[in-house]
C-alpha cells in the first residue's frame, strides 16, 4: 500500500492532529481582526480548528484561539466565528470533496 504524506496540523480546541484540509483555518490579520480563512492564503498568524462546530464552541470556552494567535478574542469575536462557520460550513464541506476527488 502506498502511503501518503499528508501535512497534519492541530486543532487548537480539542488537539486532534488532522489532516491540514479537513480543518478550518483562523487567522489573525495585521489588522488585528479574527476571522475565518477558508483559503488558507490570507496573511496573518493562523490557528486551525476542526471543521465542526463544537469546536467553536470548545474553543471558546478554554480560549484556544486568545493563545493561538497571542492574541486577546473577545467574546464576540467567539459568537461571530461560530455564526461565520455555519455560513462557510456548506463550501467547506464541499471544498473537502473537492480535495478528497484530487486524491484519487
Ligand atoms: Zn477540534
Do not use: N, W
Not at 42 to 56: E, N, Q, V
Not at 58 to 64: F, M
Not at 85 to 91: A, G, L, N, S, Y
Request: aromatic residues 4%; positive net charge; contains cysteine.
Amino acid at each position: 500500500m502506498r502511503t501518503r504524506k499528508v501535512p497534519l496540523r492541530k486543532c487548537v480546541a480539542c488537539q486532534q492532529m488532522m489532516p491540514k484540509k479537513e480543518l478550518i483555518r483562523v487567522v489573525k490579520t495585521p489588522q488585528d481582526e479574527v476571522l475565518i480563512d477558508l483559503t488558507g492564503k490570507k496573511s496573518g498568524r493562523g490557528a486551525y480548528l476542526c471543521g465542526k462546530l463544537s469546536c467553536f464552541k470548545l474553543a471558546h470556552k478554554s480560549k484556544a484561539l486568545d493563545r493561538a494567535l497571542k492574541h486577546p478574542v473577545h467574546s464576540d469575536i467567539y459568537e461571530q466565528l461560530a455564526q461565520d462557520f455555519i455560513r462557510v460550513e456548506d463550501e467547506f464541506l464541499a471544498m473537502k470533496e473537492q480535495a478528497h476527488d484530487d486524491d484519487e
